[in-house]
Nanobody
Framework: QVQLVESGGGLVQPGGSLRLSCAAS????????MGWYRQAPGKQRELVAQ???????NYADSVKGRFTISRDNAKNTVYLQMNSLKPEDTAVYYC???????????WGQGTQVTVSS
């Protein structure tokens, strides 16, 4: 049924960049707010960036100016471009999709991002 599959994580040095991708299937993508969350060990999952169905985009203050969320509705894919990465960005990054029309709140399996020198 519904699948959100993240990719693009890895090990990067501070100041480097990564682009995460989340490919969605089993949903009508245009009707879903898509976002990225992250969770570091021992910490609560937090919102990184989200674009809702109306096109409103929210970023965590900690990533503003560094991260950019985008989506390609034709490919059912949401991206997170991460620049100027910091060690505190180290976490498992999760793709999320939710819709008030169809209900549900879906999560991917996560992709590890490690920022270390």
């Amino acid at each position: 049924q519904v699948q959100l599959v993240e990719s693009g994580g890895g090990l990067v040095q501070p100041g480097g960049s990564l682009r995460l991708s989340c490919a969605a299937s089993g949903i009508i993508f245009r009707f879903y707010a898509m976002g990225w969350y992250r969770q570091a060990p021992g910490k609560q999952r937090e919102l990184v960036a989200q674009g809702n169905s109306g096109g409103i985009i929210n970023y965590a203050d900690s990533v503003k100016g560094r991260f950019t969320i985008s989506r390609d509705n034709a490919k059912n894919t949401v991206y997170l471009q991460m620049n100027s990465l910091k060690p505190e960005d180290t976490a498992v990054y999760y793709c999320n999709g939710k819709s008030s029309v169809f209900g549900g709140d879906y999560w991917g399996q996560g992709t590890q991002v490690t920022v270390s020198s």
